[in-house]
Structure formats: structure tokens, C-alpha cells
């Protein structure tokens, strides 16, 4: 099948075109991946802003043994390869493992954790340089005025809304097109633990170019979208 | 001192591994002006800092009318009975009337009753029409203005300036400091002054200490300090020709002149 015949590019193109179909009619499997991944990615990704971000702050703010070691830990956890991540992961939730007694493997709970750890380095280390771009003053002016601790995380918080917002959709970004981890940790189960990922590896490797197609324009628009916000963002913030 | 408002007695502080201020005493009474003067890299606003509790002691205490800072007040209710502006304006997101309330907000107070109390000092401080503005769009002098009303709106007992005015340009920092003075002379607060000009030191300060390199030099009025400063170092700061005590001979004459003329410039600011 040469790359230049005539059959090779109507099959794709009848494959794009019921991907696009399969989109537009609401295909309740396709629609069900997608709901799936992004109620998986969205949750871990603001389960590390739950704690990721205050880490950033503890991190930021508190002058202890290690404290560089930790930073660099987590400038390494962007680089953090999923699969690895997957396999640790899948390790510790075997039946006999130490959180085997939780049931989770094969689970989507098992791949929001796969995910979180994924994305929390990413979302500590922007909290981290968002902060030490503040004047330094501003939080001895705002303990000046009388804020208490949790006050002063708030009120600074605040003050770095948009990058803790690129940092957000950056985390989200990353795990939402990740495959490694979400494959290991969930099984790609219907119904269940398949997402667009893992679903686009599944259809590619049985023949099913259309649906992998209509999960990959999905997954392209998700990231593009997020890209898109991020710029705008960036944009915008410089102008504020 | 019994009555003081304020009492530190040997604070020291270090800062970037070399000590940035050596044990140190000071003192502040209720409606008393102290100015802190001295040249860049004295310890100025180290001093400003560790008395305001923001900086670790490395030694001594703190204390507010006869309580000791981290002993029997923390920090929190400290900082709820003081008020600190800084060079910079250090806004934050919002509008000037958002800015103005915050550290009443922080303290609990209602919408209401916080704008009961920012409005008139929104008006003292001249800024009543831009309450609604966004806090990007103020000049500098603006910005110093609702950096000032967010500090006296909290009615403190310790108002601490650290060069409010450095970054104004000459024109605006005269009339603020005109202002400021008028302020300091109705409300009833201590107020810790940093700066580097004398002719403000002169305009606002019942007291003024010379400091540097984290050491205290001299105390007394400003007259004091630069009609008769105790060492050729003092002298050379103030930039006054005459040395009190003869043991201090090398003093520059030429910077005698400049003595005069910030004296001078204390009656034209006060015009």
C-alpha cells in the first residue's frame, strides 16, 4: 500500500468523516470517553491544587534543611515518566501490596492518583516561582496589616490568581494526554477506566481509525484550548 | 522609661549571614514622632522591621505598653494594634476603597462600619474621588496616598513609615509631607519614621536617632543632632561642620554648607 494510492487517502478521509460524525451525532460511547477523561483529569488536577499549592507556599516562605533538594525534587517531577509512575503505583495497589486493601487497581479512583501525582509537581513548582516573583514586601506589608496565617495565603493567593490559573490548566494539560499511567493504573475498561488515550492506543491497534481519529481531534481541541487560555492569559496578565 | 508605648531592649538582627543590627535599645511614646536617619545600608529599615515584628530577633525583646512580643502578645494581636507603610506602594488587586478597608476586613469588621471609617480618611487623604478606582491605574502619589489611608484608617498605636516618600517626586513629597504632619499632630499615635532626607526628619520628628552600620549613633531633636553632633562620623552624616566634643577632629568643612540648608528647607516645607 503505497502512501501516494488513491484507496490509502479515501479510507482516511472516510475515516475523518465518521469521526466528525460520530462527534456531531453525540455517539454516546465517544461522548462517554470523553465525559470520562475529563471528569478523571479535571478531579486530579484540583486535587493537587488542593495541596500543591499551599506546599508552593510552604516552600516558598520557610527556610528549612532541604528545602533545595524538595525544590529540585519537584523541577525532576516535570520530567516524572508516567509509565514509572504507573508501575510504582500498580505495585503498591496489588491485592497483596501495601494498599492492596484498598481494591482500587483497575479503578478510575487508582488513575486520579496516578494523575494527581503527575501533575503536582508541575503545580508547586508555578506556585513556587509565582510567589518569589511578588515583591517580598508585600507579604511582611500584609502581615503588617493583620492577617493571620491562613489570611495571608488567601490575600497572596489573590495577588497570583492568574498564574496559579495557568498552572491549573498547565497540570491539566499534562495528564489529560498522558497514556502510560491511565493505561497500568485503570486496565482502559469501557464504561469505566477508558479515556481518550488509552481508547485512541485501543481503536488504533484493532483497525478502528475512525473513532481513534474522533478521540484524537477531542483530545487536540482539549490541549489546543488549554494552550489557547494559557496565551490569552500570559497576554492579558502582562497588561494588568 | 515607665510610660513608653514602645520598648525593645537589645535587639539584634542578622540578616544574610552578617549582622545587620547590633544590639540596639529604643524607645516610643504615645503621640511621639521618632525619625530614624541615616545613610543607605545603616540598618534603617532593618531597625523599622524587627520593631514592627517582621524580622527574627536574634536577641532581645519587644514590648507594647508593658507586654512582650511572642511572650504575652503574638504576633497576630501585635500586628492588629500597629500600621507599617513602605517605600512602595504595595497594593493590592481591587480598588483604592478595597485597599483602604482591607486590614479592617482582616480584622473582622462588617461592610458597612468599614466604610464608615474609610470614608473620612479617604477624605483627609484627598483620594475620596478614586475610591472606585482599580489601584493599576493611581500615580505614584495616589498609590502612596491609599498605601497611607490603609495604615491610619486602623486607628494604630504604632504607626511605622519607612521612606514613604523616597520614590515621590519633589513636588508631591513636600505636600505629603506637609499633609502627614497635619495627620501626626491630631491622632494621638506613636510613629516610627525611617528616612534618609533631614528636611523630613526635621518636618515630622519630636526625636531622631543617627544610625549606622546597625550601630545607634545619637539621639536628640533634630536641632540637636545637627547643631551639635557628637562625632566626626555623625557629622559627616547629618553633613555638619560643627563636632560637640572636641575629641573628634577630620570633619570635611566643605560639608558645612548643607547643614544650613536643610534648616532652611524645614521652614519652607512647613509654609
Known amino acids: 500500500m503505497g502512501a501516494g494510492s488513491w484507496d490509502y487517502w479515501a479510507e482516511i478521509g472516510q475515516g475523518f468523516a465518521d469521526a466528525v460524525l460520530l462527534l456531531v451525532t453525540g455517539d454516546p460511547e465517544t461522548w462517554g470517553i470523553i465525559r470520562q477523561s475529563l471528569s478523571i483529569s479535571v478531579s486530579a488536577t484540583l486535587v493537587s491544587m488542593v495541596f500543591g499549592v499551599p506546599l508552593g507556599f510552604w516552600i516558598a516562605y520557610s527556610r528549612f534543611p532541604g528545602r533545595g533538594l524538595l525544590l529540585a525534587i519537584c523541577n525532576t517531577g516535570f520530567g516524572l515518566p508516567p509509565v514509572v509512575v504507573g508501575l510504582v503505583l500498580s505495585i503498591l495497589l496489588l491485592r497483596h501490596g501495601p494498599l492492596g486493601y484498598l481494591n482500587l487497581r483497575f479503578t478510575p479512583y487508582a488513575m486520579v492518583i496516578g494523575q494527581f501525582i503527575l501533575s503536582m509537581p508541575i503545580i508547586i513548582n508555578l506556585t513556587v516561582v509565582a510567589l518569589q516573583q511578588l515583591d517580598p514586601k508585600l507579604r511582611l506589608q500584609i502581615k503588617a496589616l493583620g492577617a493571620s496565617r491562613w489570611q495571608t495565603v488567601w490575600l497572596l493567593s489573590r495577588e497570583i490568581r492568574l498564574p496559579l490559573l495557568v498552572a491549573y490548566m498547565a497540570g491539566f494539560g499534562a495528564v489529560v494526554s498522558e497514556v502510560g499511567a491511565s493505561q497500568m493504573l485503570g486496565g482502559n475498561l469501557p464504561g469505566s477506566t477508558r479515556v481518550l488515550t488509552t481508547a485512541i492506543v485501543m481503536e488504533t491497534g484493532m483497525g478502528h481509525y475512525d473513532r481513534a481519529m474522533a478521540y484524537g481531534i477531542v483530545l487536540l481541541l482539549l490541549v489546543a484550548i488549554v494552550v489557547g487560555l494559557l496565551t490569552w492569559v500570559q497576554q492579558s496578565g502582562g497588561r494588568r | 522609661m515607665t510610660n513608653a508605648l514602645l520598648q525593645a531592649s537589645g535587639i539584634s538582627v542578622c540578616r544574610g549571614g552578617r549582622v545587620a543590627l547590633q544590639p540596639t535599645d529604643f524607645v516610643a511614646r504615645t503621640g511621639e514622632t521618632v525619625g530614624i536617619y541615616g545613610p543607605n545600608g545603616a540598618g534603617k529599615t532593618t531597625l523599622l522591621l524587627a520593631l514592627a515584628g517582621l524580622l527574627p530577633l536574634v536577641s532581645g525583646t519587644i514590648a507594647l505598653a508593658g507586654r512582650v512580643l511572642g511572650r504575652d502578645l503574638t504576633p497576630l494581636a501585635y500586628h492588629r494594634r500597629i500600621a507599617a507603610v513602605f517605600q512602595q506602594p504595595l497594593l493590592l488587586h481591587g480598588t483604592v476603597a478595597h485597599n483602604v478597608g482591607l486590614g479592617l476586613a482582616l480584622r473582622g469588621v462588617g461592610r458597612y462600619e468599614r466604610w464608615a471609617r474609610v470614608e473620612p480618611v479617604l477624605q483627609q487623604l484627598r483620594i475620596a474621588h478614586l475610591a472606585d478606582r482599580n489601584v493599576g491605574t493611581l500615580s ?110 577630620g570633619v570635611d568643612p566643605s560639608l558645612g554648607s548643607r547643614a544650613g540648608a536643610i534648616l532652611d528647607s524645614k521652614g519652607d516645607l512647613l509654609t
Open chain 2, 140 to 249: 505614584g502619589g495616589e498609590a502612596q496616598r491609599t498605601s497611607l489611608a490603609r495604615a491610619l484608617v486602623l486607628n494604630p498605636e504604632i504607626l511605622y513609615l519607612d521612606e514613604p516618600f523616597a520614590a515621590l517626586d519633589q513636588p508631591t513629597r513636600r505636600r505629603l509631607v506637609r499633609e502627614l504632619a497635619a495627620v501626626l499632630r491630631t491622632q494621638r499615635m506613636a510613629t516610627v519614621f525611617v528616612t534618609h532626607d533631614l528636611a523630613e526628619a526635621s518636618a515630622l520628628c519630636d526625636r531622631c536617632l543617627i544610625l549606622d552600620a546597625g550601630v545607634i549613633l545619637q539621639e536628640g531633636s533634630p536641632k540637636e543632632v545637627v547643631d551639635r553632633p557628637q562625632t566626626a562620623r555623625i557629622a559627616e552624616i547629618v553633613g555638619s561642620e560643627y563636632v560637640s566634643n572636641d575629641a573628634a577632629p
